[in-house]
């Protein structure tokens, strides 16, 4: 018996699906309702995504700024752009955020995630290898640092608190 190859606008169905459960609206295939990465920054204000849970670890800022700079090079990647040398260490800088920077930071992580929709949408053929890699790095990437951001509100809700 020869397997039947899944076919591409099956495998980008499913990657669509699952980029809008992971940054949109969640409660799909592995997140709660309202478990997405714009649902719970939407609950953030500046003052909570500007703390960090301890001083080894980033703000959720911090989190959010590193994602948007992580989208930015992999949907430039997809497009097959040279990347070149990649400073990650500079896509942390951002920590602290007054009102104005936080939803600039969420405008600007919610357009570098349009970017990579219009990349995942673009791509006719996955012909290089890195095409599919790049596509399921954005999966597992986001979604660690979207759970990432949910235990930081706890801790950093916690801390507030006194407790």
């Known amino acids: 018996m020869t397997?039947?190859?899944v076919p591409i606008e099956q495998i980008r169905a499913?990657?669509?699906?699952?980029?809008?459960?992971?940054?949109?609206?969640?409660?799909?295939?592995?997140?709660?309702?309202?478990?997405?990465?714009?649902?719970?920054l939407g609950e953030i204000n500046a003052d909570t995504a500007s703390r960090a849970v301890s001083q080894s670890r980033g703000s959720i800022a911090a989190h959010a700024g590193h994602l948007a700079f992580y989208l930015d090079v992999i949907q430039r990647s997809m497009r097959g752009e040279a990347i070149g040398e990649v400073d990650w260490k500079e896509s942390w800088r951002v920590q602290?955020?007054?009102?104005?920077?936080?939803?600039?930071?969420?405008?600007?992580?919610?357009?570098t995630y349009k970017g990579v929709l219009a990349?995942?949408?673009?791509?006719?053929?996955?012909?290089?290898?890195?095409?599919?890699?790049?596509?399921?790095?954005?999966?597992?990437?986001?979604?660690?640092?979207?759970?990432?951001?949910?235990?930081?509100?706890?801790?950093?809700?916690?801390?507030?608190?006194?407790?």
């Open 3 to 5: 397997p039947n190859p």
């Open 14 to 40: 499913s990657l669509l699906t699952l980029l809008d459960e992971t940054f949109e609206k969640g409660s799909v295939a592995y997140l709660d309702r309202g478990g997405s990465l714009f649902e719970t």
């Open 96 to 111: 602290r955020v007054t009102a104005k920077e936080w939803e600039d930071l969420k405008g600007r992580l919610r357009q």
């Open 119 to 163: 990349a995942v949408k673009g791509q006719d053929a996955w012909d290089r290898p890195q095409d599919v890699t790049d596509s399921l790095a954005i999966l597992a990437h986001s979604a660690y640092h979207l759970g990432a951001i949910r235990q930081a509100i706890g801790a950093v809700d916690r801390s507030s608190q006194g407790a």
